[in-house]
């Protein structure tokens, strides 16, 4: 008596313009190689876009999506690939669309910032999601009510979300340690991509023990003082206070690694996250000004300008006009 194979489970890939390259990627070829450890088609994926012409990646290469999210195919599973930027509007077919994949029973989910798509077709209230760390600040402007964590990837019951770059393959190892997959599964296939699997509740950024190798631990946690303290900036000679060291020392420290001042190296963070505020997010600039310690509005300005070669209203003109070029 032979006995059928189970059915595959299915992913649909809805590829946005500008959708990233990678993060495709990150989804499928750990697909491919479940299958290929499994020596069976236990896994299937569609690439799907909203016509029947070549998906442009973020980075210029066209993909030749397999379906059209008219062709009325089912799955369990569906993704949105997300672009970067995030546009300004068109995102009703693809909330449509989305939608009537959720009450056809399919587990839904946002790669990069797919999870923007998600929240915009109404599919995250009451769960927990993720979205990359530069277009976490939009997506809690737009929609202030969801559980949006910094987490690299969220699984909270049929709604998966992760954070962009290789994370990815991170959610995707740790999808395929549950039915039809286990845990030894997970683990060949992460062995095979020669990948560390990282579990869901690390976080997305990079810590600075990492990003700044071989300086001296007071280095470090002075870092760390000023990126824990962006909005309420501290004054150099509290961070040497806590520290337990000189102003003077701490000086020479970051002019000897960083070849930098102390001061300069925190106004640098503070307008980095600044900026990013002014780029992907229409808060005001006043309100931007404050929430990172700038004594007033024109003080952000003359530093902004100092620091980007342009005032923040330009750069975010520039950005929105780049936003509504076309193709």
């Known amino acids: 008596m032979t006995h059928d194979a189970p059915?595959?489970?299915?992913?649909?890939?809805?590829?946005v313009p500008q959708f990233s390259l990678i993060a495709l990627a990150a989804v499928?070829?750990?697909?491919?190689l479940a299958n290929s450890v499994l020596e069976r088609r236990a896994y299937e994926w569609?690439?799907?876009?909203?016509?029947?012409e070549p998906v442009i990646s973020?980075?210029?290469?066209?993909?030749v999506p397999d379906a059209s999210t008219d062709d009325g195919l089912a799955f369990d599973t569906v993704f949105v690939i997300g672009p970067n930027p995030i546009p300004r509007r068109g995102f009703a077919e693809i909330s449509a669309w989305l939608r009537r994949q959720a009450a056809g029973g399919a587990a839904v989910g946002g790669i990069d910032t797919g999870a923007y798509y998600l929240a915009q077709a109404g599919l995250l209230s009451n769960h927990r999601c993720t979205i990359h760390w530069e277009d976490r600040e939009r997506l809690l402007e737009n929609f202030p009510s969801l559980q949006v964590t910094q987490r690299l990837f969220e699984v909270d019951r049929d709604r998966y979300t992760c954070s962009g770059g290789v994370s990815p393959l991170d959610m995707m190892t740790w999808l395929l340690s549950r039915p039809p997959g286990n845990r030894e599964l997970a683990e060949q296939v992460a062995?095979?991509?020669?990948?560390?699997?990282r579990e869901p509740d690390a976080l997305q950024n990079v810590p600075l023990r990492d990003r700044f190798a071989n300086v001296p631990a007071p280095l470090l946690d002075a870092l760390e003082l000023m990126e824990s303290n962006l909005e309420e900036p501290l004054h150099v000679d509290e961070i040497a206070h806590y520290l337990r060291i000189s102003r003077r020392t701490l000086e020479r420290l970051f002019g000897l690694h960083l070849k930098t001042t102390p001061s300069r190296k925190y106004l640098e963070l503070r307008l980095a996250?600044?900026?990013?505020?002014?780029?992907?997010?229409?808060?005001?600039?006043d309100d931007i000004a404050q929430s990172f310690g700038f004594a007033s509005a024109s003080h952000f300005v003359a530093r902004y300008r100092q620091m980007h070669g342009c005032t923040p209203a330009a750069d975010?003109?520039?950005?929105?006009?780049?936003?509504?070029?076309?193709?």
């Open 7 to 15: 059915s595959p489970q299915r992913y649909g890939l809805l590829l």
């Open 28 to 32: 499928v070829d750990p697909l491919r």
């Open 46 to 52: 569609v690439t799907i876009g909203l016509a029947g």
């Open 58 to 63: 973020s980075d210029g290469i066209r993909v």
């Open 191 to 197: 062995h095979l991509l020669v990948a560390q699997r």
């Open 273 to 285: 996250r600044a900026r990013l505020a002014v780029l992907r997010s229409q808060r005001s600039l």
């Open 316 to 327: 975010r003109a520039g950005r929105t006009a780049s936003e509504r070029a076309p193709d």
